[in-house]
């Protein structure tokens, strides 16, 4: 089993930015991919940003393109999310996930992954 531990969450205006930190520790080495999730009152917890452990590769949801940069160090075992020109429907608990297959990193499905963190509560003000 691995554990996560996120970090970072704030209260921000839009336009700002924030950086998450997903720190895991147990079975690491037991990882093939490393998602952020996220969640809004009422809604349903969806797929922010993938990243393959191995390759590096990543994947985000189209809300996030050009805006969100997920990365990793493996030596420390974290993994980030910069959040760049926030906008007020970002506004969630942001989740850390870790999955033992590589088929979460391209689904992008929360069904996929097998641990998860308590979360990290993001608040963008208008």
């Known amino acids: 089993q691995v554990q996560l531990v996120e970090s970072g969450g704030d209260s921000v205006q839009a336009g700002g930015s924030l950086r998450l930190s997903c720190a895991a520790s147990g079975y690491t080495y037991n990882i093939a991919c490393m998602g952020w999730f996220r969640q809004a009152p009422g809604k349903e917890r969806e797929g922010v940003a993938t990243?393959?452990?191995?390759?590096?590769?990543?994947n985000y949801a189209d809300s996030v393109k050009d805006r969100f940069t997920v990365s990793q160090d493996i030596a420390k075992n974290m993994m980030y999310l910069q959040m760049n020109s926030l906008k007020p429907e970002d506004t969630a608990m942001y989740y850390c996930?870790?999955?033992?297959?590589?088929?979460?990193?391209?689904?992008?499905?929360?069904?996929?992954?097998?641990?998860w963190g308590q979360g990290t509560q993001v608040t963008v003000s208008s």
């Open positions: 990243i393959y452990r191995g390759s590096g590769s990543t």
């Open positions: 996930a870790a999955d033992p297959y590589p088929g979460g990193c391209r689904a992008l499905s929360k069904h996929d992954f097998a641990d």
